[in-house]
């Protein structure tokens, strides 16, 4: 799927600068399989014409049913049948008009294409840790060239739909329950700020399209985005989900989300998943022995479920740990406590 495109590039390019020293005043791209010129209209026929008996030289045979001309005004010396309103560019849509229809329904097309990767997550029998994996590396980028390329204004509705209708319906599927607001607005936050990193496209197509070409920029907004959420979200929490969600934000807490040498079977990573949501896990009045609500806090603490309470067994265990390393020398450090 690569290679093509790469070897097509790199056979061409030398070609492409010939050309553009032939004509200055246009420029030649090569992306995928196709060359795209952008010449003054007067001059645009005599351009392609060049370009086409160039690509002949090098063995290469334009399709001219292919051709699409796109022009904001004036007359272009193309044949008419090429001159469209809308054109795919470098794997974005443009027309003439920057507030056409035809670009929302092109952006939409391209974001339910990724259906057909969601409806494979959750239909075949894949084990959730790997759904999860397909979730988070393969599925999310997908949107994220559309939301580059395009205003706001057409790719809300595609970002929505790709947020509401399957990003968070297959996270519903990997942890065996619904989502609740809570639960996503968490999933929403990276790794490293207690969350799962699956954040909200809507959001990212706000503020994207006016960062492209702009080094760093994206990537400072997201993140002024993530604090401002993470902080929102610790205000609202209380007691024990406040721990939680603080211990979550630890070094290490994130492995089994990040790391693909971390395996667990499917009933322990939907526990993990729930838990780090703050999603409870046992039945909604489900009793402990101790005849007490069988919280997620709870089950960690009960002193009378066997083996000892497991909260407390961790601690001792780093506390242990922590306590050798400084009769060491070492200076060390504890993880928040959840």
């Excluded at 035809?102 to 790997?130: S, Y």
Aim: include cysteine; charge should be neutral; hydrophobic fraction near 40%.
């Amino acid at each position: 799927m690569v290679l093509g495109p790469v070897l097509f590039s790199i056979g061409t390019i030398a070609t492409l600068r010939q050309l553009e020293s032939s004509f200055p005043n246009a420029s030649f791209t090569a992306y995928l399989d196709d060359v795209t010129v952008a010449a003054p209209p007067g001059m645009l026929g005599q351009v392609c014409e060049a370009t086409s008996r160039a690509m002949r030289a090098l063995g290469i045979e334009t399709n001219e049913d292919k051709t699409e001309v796109l022009h904001t005004d004036g007359p272009v010396d193309m044949p008419a049948e090429y001159i469209r309103p809308f054109a795919r560019v470098l794997g974005a849509g443009i027309a003439n008009d920057p507030e056409s229809e035809l670009i929302t329904r092109f952006v939409q097309r391209k974001a339910e294409e990724t259906d057909r990767l969601f409806r494979a997550i959750v239909e075949l029998p894949f084990a959730k840790h790997t759904q999860w994996r397909l979730l988070s590396v393969s599925a999310l980028p997908r949107v994220t060239f559309l939301l580059r390329t395009h205003a706001p204004v057409h790719t809300r509705a595609a970002a929505e739909w790709f947020d509401d209708d399957r990003v968070t319906g297959v996270l519903g599927v990997i942890m065996d329950g619904p989502v609740t607001k809570r639960a996503r607005d968490i999933a929403a936050l990276p790794v490293r700020r207690g969350g799962c990193g699956l954040r909200r496209q809507k959001e990212i197509a706000e503020f994207a399209y006016a960062c492209l070409g702009e080094k760093g920029k994206q990537h400072a907004l997201t993140d002024e985005l993530d604090a401002k959420h993470q902080s929102d979200l610790y205000e609202t929490l209380q007691g024990p989900d406040r721990k939680v969600f603080v211990s979550n934000t630890a070094a290490g807490a994130g492995r089994p989300l990040t790391d693909p040498q971390v395996h667990a079977d499917d009933r322990g990573f939907s526990t993990y998943l729930r838990e780090r949501l703050l999603v409870r896990v046992l039945p909604e009045g489900q009793k402990c022995v101790c005849g007490a609500d069988a919280s997620n806090e709870h089950v960690h603490t009960c002193t009378r479920l066997q083996q000892n309470p497991r909260t407390t067994r961790h601690d001792m265990i780093n506390m242990t740990f922590a306590n050798g390393l400084r009769l060491c020398g070492f200076q060390c450090g504890m993880e928040p406590r959840a």
